[in-house]
Each structure stands twice: as C-alpha cells, then as structure tokens.
C-alpha cells in the first residue's frame, strides 16, 4: 500500500534552500528531478522546518513563502508559524 | 537572527480572526431562506464551526504574495515577446498544444472563476464561504494570466483568435464545456466535490504538472510561467476539495454515500476529460517528458492509492471503475488522437503522424499495445498523405450523452471492439461510451436529456447551416488555416521559412 | 434514481426526433475497421429503403478504406440495437426495425482491417 506523500516544487533560486532543508529534515525522502520541477516523496510524513530554511538563506523566512515555489503536494496539510507539513493517516 | 520579531498572534488565530465571527444568524428571515442551497442535497452539517482551515493566508498575505506572483509573471511574458520567445520552441507543431489548452482548458478557470463565486456565496459556514471566494479570485487571475501570456503566440500563429466563442460552439470543447456546466447546475457540495477534489485533488496533477514539465522541455517559457503561477495557487485549491470531503464525512455518517456517489461521478468524467491531456502529451510535444501511461502510474495510481487509503477511515472506497481508467491508460492516448486525426477539417488545431522516432518511443512506452492496435494504423494513415490521399472521415460522428466524446474508446479487454452502452428513457435511445457514462446517465437521466451535443445539434440545424463549411465559419475558423492537417499548412509554411533564415544567418 | 433538486424539474430532451425535419437518426459502425475512429451519425429518413442504405449511404462513409470494395455483403452479419437482425433489402429503415436514434453494427468476416491490426 502506498503512503507516499509528495510536494513538488519549482526547481528555481527560491526554492532550492527549501529543496535542500527538506532533504535534511527528511533523511527517507527521495528527490525526483523533471524538467523545470522538482517532486519529493517521502512515506507516511514530510516536514518543511521554518528554522532549518532560515538556516540555510540566512533570513527570515515565512513558511507560506512556500506558496510562491510550490507546485503541488499530496497528503493531509498542516500549516504553523514554524512549520509546514504533511501527512496520511494509514 | 536571535531577535525575531515575534508576531503577536499565531497562525491559527491569525485566520480565525478573517473567517470567524464575520457571520452572524439572521433575524428577520430563516437561515434557509437566506442559504436556500446547501441543504437540499442532502449533505447533513451539524456545526460549521467543525470546519478545518488548511491553509490559513489571511487577506494581507494573500495579497502581498499574489503580487509577488504576477509581478515575476509579467517580467517573464514581456520577456518572452521582447525576446521573440516563440522562436525557441522546439518545433511549430506544438503550438497546437497551446491551441487546444487555451480554447478547451483556459475558458474552464472562468467558469471556475463563476462557480466559486456562486457557491461562496451559499454556504452558511463562513469558513467555507471565505476559503471559495478565495479562489473565485484566483481562478480569474489565471484565465487573466491564461489568456495574456498566450495572446503574443495568436500574433504568428492559427486557431489561436477566438477562443471563448469557440468554447461555446465547437464540438469538441463541448467536452470541458459540458464537464464544468453539469458541475455548476448541481449544487454547492456536489460542485466543491466535483471541481474541488475529483478534478483539483485527484486529477489536476495529471492536467498542470506534466503538461507544464513539457512546456518547459519544449521551450515554452511563457506557459511554463503561467502554469506554475496558476499551479501555486492550486495547491491551496486542492487542500480546500480534501478538506470538503472530510468535513461532510465527519459532520454525518448518512453524508458517506452521497460522498462516494459523487466521487464515483466525477472521477470518471475527470478522466474522460482527462484523454485530451493524454492526447497532448503522447502526440503533440515533439519533445516528450514522460507517457500518459507513466502519468496516470504516478499521479493516480501512486498518489491516489494513498489518498484513498487515508479516506478508508470514513468508509470511503477508491471510485468505482478506477481499475478501468487504470486499463484505458494503455489505450486512450491513441485513440484520442485517432478521433482528431479523423476529424482535423473540423477542428481547430493541425493534427500529423508522429515521426519515426517519435513513433519508436511510442512503441517503446507502450511495449503490449502500440505495435499490436496502433502503429500500423498511423504508418498506412502516413504512407496515404505522402502519396497525396491525406485520410479524413467525411460523416460526423456518434457521441456519448454523457462526456460528449466521439464512441471511438473501445472495450478495455476488447481493444479492436468499440464500448457500448444505451439506455432508454420516456420512450427514447440514450448511447454513452462506458459503464461509467451509463451509470450516470441513468441515475439522474431528467439532466442528461438536455444534453447539447454537437452533432445533433449540427442535424437540426441549429450550428449556421447544413454543410459543413457553413458550420466552421459558425465557429469562426478560418478555413484552410486553423484547420486540416499539419504537413502543408501556414503554420509549418511559416515555421519552416524562420528555420530556414538561421541557417542562412 | 432521480435529480435532487430544489424544486421541480422537467425539461424536454434536446434530442427528440420531430426536431429532425422528418429524419430519424441512426448511428452505423463497421466493426474491427477503426480506421473510422468512431461510429457515425446520419439523420436519414425511416422509409428509406434498407438496401437504399447499402448501397448508396454506405460506400460515402466508408469506401476510402481499402477492405471496403472487398466486402461480401451476403456474408455480412448485423446487429440492430444489441440484437442480431437479417435485414429485408427492400424494406425500409423502419419496417427493419429501426427507429429514432437506433444503432447498426456489423461485421464483414475475412477482413481484418490494416496489416491485420483491425483498423
């Protein structure tokens, strides 16, 4: 049975902190580049960390700047001041 | 960064505050004569306040990054017709990719646009109601944005003038058309079901991502920016049809069949739409990213296994007849393109036969089909234009009552037998194309008796006149350029004459 | 089944046959040629003979595919809305049994289409 969740996004200077903050926080993820994208599955759980992002651009960095890179995701959203994430429940 | 600036409310409250507390119940008239529509369905709501925000952007950030989104938008379309962008496509063929995304899937985000609009006004939950006139804004920024950054191909290019009156009358887009008229005639849970999570949650990865993953791979700078841009907000879009779903599912457990009925539905006429994507990525991108086959593996089988998986909770099952759409990936594809081959005199856009590389890569993708059903088809179709006897079907075709497409899909365990199915109703024969069109058909025949479908449409003579050029100015095609074959028309001529320049250059 | 609706809901179907000038329509598909990507629609008149249809209708649909001169038309075999039908050459449509909307399929034994893929 499948739980992959999924975001994908825009494989341009905004997102490859977040691209690469994903890949830290998510040591199970699997990166799949496409032409102009990039799609990161992960089984069950993938979290985007405000702090680990912030880490990595060396600025603040709102969690629904998100929303200018993002693409598309699967799975349940949970959004906070410090973290985006997503989830199945199976 | 040790002295962040803290904002004095979180996330949550943040969003509560826009959505919460703006309602009020009304006095001087009942609540269900003011929101007359969002209980007849039969959709049981206990309390709206169990409605769950997923993405919370209040009003401030929603537009500080909507304008951070069109203004890197625009920087990109002036680019583009600055730079004379439709010179690096990959080749003139493609463009009718554009011509068919623009006159079949742009006029579709304003009936979104239109249908968001109704709806939000309908619900009597405010958080539903704020989060659907949320996006009544966004889809009119992409049919907006749609409509400009294609609009510099329409100054070299044909098929590309009249989109929304060709939406309305041409036989073909009465496919997307009729898909988004029966989803705005039903009611508000049946709309946000059918747009919200059966088109936008489970099959508009299938539409955007690898359609816009070709885009780029061909060049095609302009429509990568305004897919990604219309992308950005879709992801917002698709949390608001799987947050719908889970709401009607946990407000009342008599919500659970109506719920899968309406999946079952709109799942397959999503799919049956969806055969124009597929047409598009197997035959139209001379540079070709993925097959629809490989698609349909990754964005339904793989992301939607998943998803049916978590919905399982509710008693919810996959859609009926998904294991049909899983088969028809094989097959769809080729016989979409067949229908368009067929029928290029009538339509908008130039059809071919692939080239030789193309057609290997074909045969490679689909290693149990394309050489058995299709390949030998397409080489006799080209061996007959080169010798001057370029194959057209002169008679219109039968349509299914349902999603209007020409009855050219076959059985799925028969691929040389075309599917029918038919149903009678108050004394009269109704044909559709599947088990899926039949059932919907049958359970709610009162709308589908009303169906507009062009070629009957065309015999009453309802469409100019009775031939068929009387028909296409109808349409306002110009003749002999937006239409017919590809080889030969002045797109190519054009195309080939630029070509010829840089070498010269 | 019916619509759910919020209030009364009856409307005329679009389709019905008095909206065709004294034709009916009828769809014809060729079995196993899918050459011809989907089966046709024609509005033809119910006393029309069916060996009208035959001769005369057919050949315009269909006579650009190379089987098409090859059929044996004694050999062919016909189903009409689901059921298998021998058809009375000098009937008419409808004294055949054909009425409004009515579907004729059939298939020519022997012929297999291109290169034998059935198209």
Redesign the interface.
Known sequence: MSRIVSITLQNNDDARPIIEAIEKDNPDATVNLYPAMVKIDCDGRLIVKQETVEGLLGREWDVQELHLSIVSIAGNVDEEDDYFELSWNI | MAEKRKKKLGIKQRYSMLTRGLGWDTTYQPMDKVFPYDNYEGIIIHDWEGWEDPFRLTMDAYWKFQSEKEKKLYAVIDSFAQNNGHLGITDARYVNAIKLFLTGVSPLEYQAARGFTHVGRQFRGVGPRVACQMQAIDELRHVQTQIHSMSHYNKFFDGLHSAPHMHDRVWYLSVPKSFFDDARTAGPFEFLTSISFAFEYVLTNLLFVPFMSGAAFNGDMATVTFGFSAQSDEARHMTLGLEVIKFMLEQDERNIPIVQRWMDKWFWRGTRMLTLVGMMMDYMLPKRVMSWREAWDIYFTEAGGALFADLARYGIKPPKYADIATKEAEHISHQAWNIFYNYTHAAAFHTWIPEKEELDWLSEKYPDTFDKYYRPRLEYLDKEEKAGRRFYNDILPMLCQVCQIPMGFTDMDDPTTISFHSSEYQGNKYHTCSHGCKDIFDYEPEKYVQAWLPVHQIYQGNCGGAEVPDVLKWYNFNLGADNMEYQGSPDQKLWDEWQAHRKKA | ??????GK????????QE???G?Q?T?I?W??H??????????LPPEMPFGTLVKEVLP??YN?HPDYEKIKWDDVIWKL??ADFTPNMNASLADNGF?????V?FWTPGLDG??????
């Open positions: 089944m019916s619509v759910t609706s919020i809901y009856e409307f005329e179907p679009l389709d019905n909206n065709f000038h034709n329509l769809y598909n079995e196993q899918l050459l011809f990507c989907a089966p046709v629609c024609l509005p315009g649909v650009k809305d689901g009425s409004h909307k009515s579907l399929r291109i290169e034998g893929s059935h198209s």
